[in-house]
Nanobody, 125 residues
Framework: QVQLAESGGGSVQAGGSLRLSCAAS????????RRWFRQAPGKEREGVAT???????SYADSVKGRFTISQDNAKNTLYLQMNSLKPEDTAMYYC???????????????????WGKGTLVTISS
C-alpha cells in the first residue's frame, strides 16, 4: 500500500508560480509510474505530467514549457513546479501512482493504483 498526500496549493495571480508536493508513505516507491492530474470545476479529470520509472517526463500540451515534474527519491516525494500560471490552470490537483515494476508508464487513460486527496490551486486574472 502507498499513501499519497499533496500539499502546496493556494491562490496566486496569473503569471505567478506554485510548487506542489506529493509525499508518499507506506511501501517502497520504486517501480511506480507517478503522475499529476487535475480536475477543474465542471470538467473531466485530465493528466498533467508523468515521470516514468526511468525518470523520463512527459506533459500535457496545455502545460508544456510551464510545468516541471520532478522527484526526490530519498524523500519519497513528487513535485510539480508550476510557472506562468493562467486562470485556466485553476483546478484540484492530484498525485497518483501506478505500480509497473520493471515496466513503463502506460497511456494517460490507464487507471492508477493510488491517489492523493488533492490540493486546490486557484489562479486569479
Amino acid at each position: 500500500q502507498v499513501q499519497l498526500a499533496e500539499s502546496g496549493g493556494g491562490s496566486v495571480q496569473a503569471g505567478g508560480s506554485l510548487r506542489l508536493s506529493c509525499a508518499a508513505s507506506g511501501d517502497t516507491y520504486k517501480g511506480y509510474c507517478r503522475r499529476w492530474f487535475r480536475q477543474a470545476p465542471g470538467k473531466e479529470r485530465e493528466g498533467v505530467a508523468t515521470i516514468d520509472t526511468d525518470g523520463t517526463t512527459s506533459y500535457a500540451d496545455s502545460v508544456k514549457g510551464r510545468f516541471t515534474i520532478s522527484q526526490d527519491n530519498a524523500k519519497n516525494t513528487l513535485y510539480l513546479q508550476m510557472n506562468s500560471l493562467k486562470p485556466e490552470d485553476t483546478a484540484m490537483y492530484y498525485c497518483a501512482a501506478l505500480f509497473v515494476g520493471a515496466g513503463y508508464c502506460p497511456s494517460w487513460e490507464s487507471g492508477m493504483d493510488y491517489w492523493g486527496k488533492g490540493t486546490l490551486v486557484t489562479i486569479s486574472s
